[in-house]
């Protein structure tokens, strides 16, 4: 029998759901449902399982057990486990009113202290009731996790205090994030309190990395193995944030060679593997060699090392996942990949050349400012512009080299595009043939950040 007024029997009710989908589990009136967008797997699971009307209020979906309710969807990964395919959105920052909390008695906490999690396989071709439930159950955040998200909750809230609500990125903080809310934060502005200027609408969400911890939590996967840098969640009492933590381990290699720290730490490391510099970073955290780094991976942090010319010019551009072109053209902005890349909290590693010698000249976590994100918008809005043209390749020289129509570096001060595949075949398929070639695919492509704007905006600053 379901006691609503207890998460325990709301939780074992709803654990039923696994290996089910709604079309099972809740009966022939839910043909009848009639919700429609993106959030209505939710709506349609409150209402027709659990008996409630969905609702946008500031209490918990269950009250009286002090339990939210959230659905999200799961892509599965070649060796069977499961991963998040997004973030998941918790409620609206009321901007007007946040300000005023304190974090133990503030809505966030009131709303999603206690979370009813329900997992569902995404399948872009069934119809939503037919998506299987695969993982079922109550979430509360440990202490240590528990800490960095009052951080990160106290960051978000000292922006809005200094006005800068309109410039809130996900790149600001670890686990908690300020997302905006797909292709309506396009149309909705709200007022925020300290400047005229109004701010996109953004929920409170936790980061996707975030969401896989839990994930694996609950289908008590057998994952890579994790090293924590913050063994004593205390020491994040004593007004140190974890950047601050992080940053300092590094300080007393800051003008060592890679070779002299590898000997400072005892390690006989093979400088040509790929993973050097990544085993490098590990024993300066103080974790062991093939570990993962557990709070960057639950904040989807991405570690860039990078090594520098004597002018201070990175050898090398930054090169982000390719984009398939089809893709580039059924998504949006706010959603792209291009922009949650840019909207990420990254932490660089900087070595230089001195000779053959790489020094360690800092380490820097950065994410990247509002305004050059609108900016870098630009190089992503003329790259569908030229995909859904069908007009790709500008010239063929005489030798076969295909100059595009793609962004180039000259263009743009942060970003641009150009080839990132194995070889000539390696190609994504075209949805516009090439006007001039007639070519049906192209060689896969990428969006890389500027050597020079790493140099200026990054390293220098």
């Not at 609702?55 to 002090?66: I, T, V």
């Not at 609408?201 to 990395?209: E, M, P, T």
């Not at 939590?217 to 004593?232: D, F, L, M, P, S």
């Not at 060689?443 to 704007?453: D, E, G, I, P, Q």
Request: glycine share 4%.
């Amino acid at each position: 029998m379901l006691d609503i007024t207890s998460a325990d029997s709301i939780i074992e009710f709803a654990k039923q759901l696994k290996n089910q989908t709604l079309r099972q589990a809740c009966g022939s009136e839910i043909e009848k449902h009639g919700y429609k967008g993106k959030g209505n797997f939710g709506q349609i699971l409150e209402k027709f399982y659990f008996g409630y009307e969905p609702n946008s209020d500031a209490e918990p979906d269950f009250l009286e057990a002090g339990l939210e309710l959230k659905t999200s969807p799961l892509k599965t990964l070649k060796n069977g486990e499961y991963r998040s395919k997004e973030r998941l959105v918790l409620n609206i920052i009321n901007y007007l009113e946040v300000h005023k909390e304190e974090f133990e008695t503030s809505s966030f906490c009131k709303k999603n202290a206690h979370l009813l999690l329900v997992f569902y396989l995404h399948d872009r071709d069934l119809d939503l009731l037919d998506y299987l439930i695969k993982l079922v159950d109550g979430w509360q955040y440990p202490n240590e996790d528990l800490k960095i998200i009052k951080q990160d909750w106290e960051l978000i809230n000292q922006k809005i205090k200094d006005g800068k609500a309109h410039e809130l990125s996900e790149g600001d903080t670890f686990y908690l994030g300020a997302c905006t809310k797909g292709s309506t934060a396009l149309k909705s502005f709200r007022d925020q309190p300290f400047n005229k200027e109004q701010a996109k609408q953004r929920a409170y969400s936790l980061k996707q990395g975030y969401v896989n911890h839990i994930i694996a939590n609950i289908a008590q996967e057998e994952t890579a193995v994790y090293g924590k840098i913050i063994e004593r969640p205390e020491i994040l009492d004593k007004v140190r944030s974890i950047e601050e933590i992080v940053i300092l381990k590094f300080h007393p290699f800051y003008g060592k060679s890679a070779e002299q720290i590898e000997k400072e730490l005892g390690l006989e490391l093979n400088q040509n593997a790929k993973s050097y510099f990544a085993n490098l970073t590990n024993a300066i955290l103080g974790l062991q060699l093939g570990q993962k780094i557990e709070e960057f991976e639950k904040a989807d942090i991405q570690v860039k090392t990078i090594r520098l010319k004597e002018n201070d010019l990175p050898k090398e551009d930054i090169s982000f996942p390719t984009f398939e072109y089809q893709e580039l053209l059924e998504t949006d902005w706010e959603d792209s990949d291009f922009k949650n890349i840019l909207e990420s909290k990254f932490f660089f590693v900087f070595y230089q050349f001195e000779g053959e010698n790489l020094i360690l000249r800092k380490v820097k976590f950065w994410n990247m400012p509002y305004s050059d994100i609108a900016e870098a918008k630009n190089v992503w809005q003329e790259m569908v512009k030229t995909v859904a043209s069908g007009e790709i390749v500008k010239e063929v020289t005489e030798k076969g080299v295909r100059k595009t129509y793609f962004p180039k570096k000259t263009e743009n001060r942060i970003s641009h595009v150009r080839p990132h595949a194995r070889n000539a075949a390696d190609t994504y398929e075209l949805p516009v043939a090439d006007k001039l070639t007639g070519l049906t695919e192209y060689t896969k492509h990428c969006f890389w950040l500027n050597a020079s704007y790493v140099k200026d905006e990054i390293y220098l600053k």
